[in-house]
């Protein structure tokens, strides 16, 4: 591997994208904004996606440091973390980036940027879910195929 490889692993990584596409919702909303306000409601639902979506992550990354295991999605982890957060969701990390991109497109009032939110969810599926699940697999094997058959993706 080339001195890049690591550069790419450094930057490559889901709160890079998460904060390029808070950065594109965030400049449309100032550069186009919605007509109108959204409302308390709306505001409201921003708030809770965003807390929700702080919460999955903080809990899963206190998960994977309480079993001792990476948190980079470019490493082969040590364990297949089964418990806390991730009895409920394979990927809780990657829903929480999901909810707080939602959440502040609602909350800036950003409505032309919600495609973003689609897009970022093929982003992690294609660069991170099926790379690390693979990995996964190789290196768990069927403990692995296990737990998929009893824990969704995004759940």
């Given at each position: ?8 692993e ?10 390029g ?18 409302g ?5 639902m ?7 979506g702080?919460?999955?992550a903080?809990?899963?990354?206190d998960?994977m ?10 490493q ?9 957060i ?13 909810l707080?991109?939602?959440?502040f497109?609602?909350?800036w009032?950003?409505?032309?940027s ?11 599926t ?6 690390e699940?693979a990995?996964?697999?190789?290196t ?7 737990y998929c058959?009893?824990t969704?993706?995004?759940a």
């Amino acid at each position: 591997m080339g001195p890049f490889a690591s550069l790419r692993e450094a930057v490559d990584i889901p709160p890079v994208w998460l904060a390029g596409c808070l950065s594109l919702a965030w400049s449309q909303s100032r550069l186009f904004p919605w007509p109108g306000d959204g409302g308390s409601v709306v505001q409201l639902m921003a708030g809770l996606l965003v807390g929700g979506g702080i919460l999955l992550a903080v809990l899963a990354i206190d998960e994977m440091r309480r079993q001792k295991t990476t948190v980079l999605p470019h490493q082969v982890p040590a364990i297949l973390v089964q418990s806390g957060i991730f009895r409920r969701s394979r990927n809780p990390i990657y829903l929480g980036d999901l909810l707080i991109l939602a959440g502040f497109c609602l909350f800036w009032g950003a409505w032309w940027s919600l495609p973003l939110v689609p897009l970022f969810f093929w982003i992690l599926t294609d660069r991170f879910v099926e790379p690390e699940e693979a990995r996964l697999r190789e290196t768990f094997g069927r403990a692995f195929e296990d737990y998929c058959a009893r824990t969704r993706r995004w759940a």
